[in-house]
């Protein structure tokens, strides 16, 4: 299944690497590991994307249902700053989390604050996900999927909770998203939410 709507992905050559649209090679690179072993190496494919604030993220492609334009988002009263509120993408309703706006309320991303003042053109993408919380993520730019060893996600002593970890490509970092964990950090339970959740506390 094509994820997006109105975009080329990139697709093998007879040599089995990865091409983007304009038929450059797209060669994965992962962290302290033998170029010489990476074609023997198992591989998932990740979807990049970019934020507003320039930060590079990821989502394994078999986590997402589609890559859409922005629509309308109707604003849900009391919510978070990090919910922009609900969409309806393909005849569902999907909640907006807007990824820009959480990295900001991480203490941890201070330095990743000072590190990405790069501003990137808004294409205001959303990349809606699988799962039933249905979630969507509001970022500036889709652009591209690529493919990459399984065992090249690096754990992070200290990072946010919704990240899995960081993986590289291009000589860049790529932070990959946990789709199971957004929501929890986008939208936290206070200490009455948690108590009726858990009687026991």
């Known amino acids: 299944m094509n994820i997006f709507a109105a975009q080329d992905s990139p697709h093998a050559n007879e040599h089995g690497n990865v091409q983007d649209a304009t038929g450059h090679v797209v060669l994965p690179r ?3 590991f ?13 979807i990049l994307m970019r934020l507003r604030s320039g930060r590079a993220v990821a989502v394994f492609a078999d986590e997402a249902e589609t890559v859409v334009a922005r629509p309308r988002a109707t604003p849900l009263p009391g919510a978070p700053a990090a919910i ?3 969409v309806s993408v393909r005849g569902r309703m ?13 203490k941890q991303e201070k330095a990743a604050r000072r590190a990405h003042t790069e501003q990137i053109e808004d ?5 809606a996900l699988r799962g039933d919380e249905q979630l969507a ?26 990240l899995r970890g960081v ?6 970092l790529i932070m990959v998203l946990d789709p199971a964990k957004i929501f929890a950090s986008a939208a936290p339970l206070d200490e009455d939410d948690k108590k009726r959740a858990d009687p026991a506390r």
């Open 30 to 32: 992962t962290l302290g």
């Open 34 to 46: 033998a170029a010489e072993t990476e074609d023997e190496r198992e591989r998932r494919d990740l």
């Open 84 to 86: 922009c509120g609900v």
């Open 94 to 106: 999907y909640t907006l989390v807007d990824l820009d706006q959480l990295f900001e309320e991480m």
């Open 123 to 127: 294409d205001s993408m959303v990349v």
């Open 137 to 162: 993520l509001s970022v500036a730019r889709v652009e591209r999927i690529v493919a990459v060893p399984t065992d090249s996600l690096v754990k992070l002593a200290r990072h946010a909770p919704f």
């Open 167 to 172: 993986t590289e490509h291009d000589k860049r």
